[in-house]
């Protein structure tokens, strides 16, 4: 049976900080709905109603655009291994990218990251649990390094990259990856 709660609980977070993937799920009032997995130990909880989650590029960008046209978003958890468990935090989230002023304290989080896009800075209004039964048991065989490798070689073009491949959603929407004028 789920349970509610109205902030991140100490054993939610020891859950939270002991799994190696999350996911992520936003929509505009109109278009698709975004879902994608996160990994390499992008995410911190920073207090009972806030989480920070690093952003690397990637080929698309649609948290940015959907962020901006309707501010909500969840990320969730599953327990793949040992404890069944499903973890969601519904909140709003906003993009703090590497011309904001806040921008070196919420990265600072994270060493420095090569390829970070931006820092999601999550306010969760919600937790909600639930048993996850029926999730399968997954042992992680490792990070993979592609995105690393990848960043290392595009170095200082990769604001290139966004100009060309993250300034809208699939569905049109701008991202402002580049600033006010995308």
């Known amino acids: 049976m789920a349970k509610q709660f109205d902030r991140i609980e100490d054993n939610h977070r020891v859950f939270i900080e002991t799994q ?42 649609e948290t940015a655009g959907h962020l901006i046209k309707a501010n909500r978003i969840t990320l969730m958890w599953c327990g793949f291994g040992k404890q069944p468990l499903i973890l969601r935090c519904y909140g709003t989230a906003r993009a703090v990218h590497p011309r904001d ?37 997954m042992e992680p065989a490792g990070e993979r390094d592609t995105l690393k490798a990848w960043s ?26 580049l600033g006010d004028d995308t």
């Not at 992520?24 to 990994?39: C, D, F, L, M, Y």
């Not at 200082?156 to 701008?174: E, L, M, V």
């Open 20 to 61: 190696t993937m999350f996911f992520t799920g936003t929509a505009a009032a109109e278009g698709r709905v975004n879902i994608s997995p996160k990994g390499m130990d992008s995410l911190r909880v920073l207090g009972p109603n806030r989480i920070i989650w690093l952003n690397y590029t990637g080929s698309g960008n």
């Open 101 to 137: 002023a806040d921008w070196a304290a919420l990265v600072g989080h994270f060493g420095a990251p090569l390829g970070a896009r931006q820092v999601y800075d999550v306010a969760v209004e919600l937790v909600q649990t639930s048993c996850g039964f029926a999730v399968p048991y």
């Open 152 to 177: 290392v070689d595009r170095g200082d073009a990769i604001p290139d990259y966004w100009a060309t491949r993250n300034t809208q959603t699939i569905d049109g929407f701008d991202t402002n990856i």
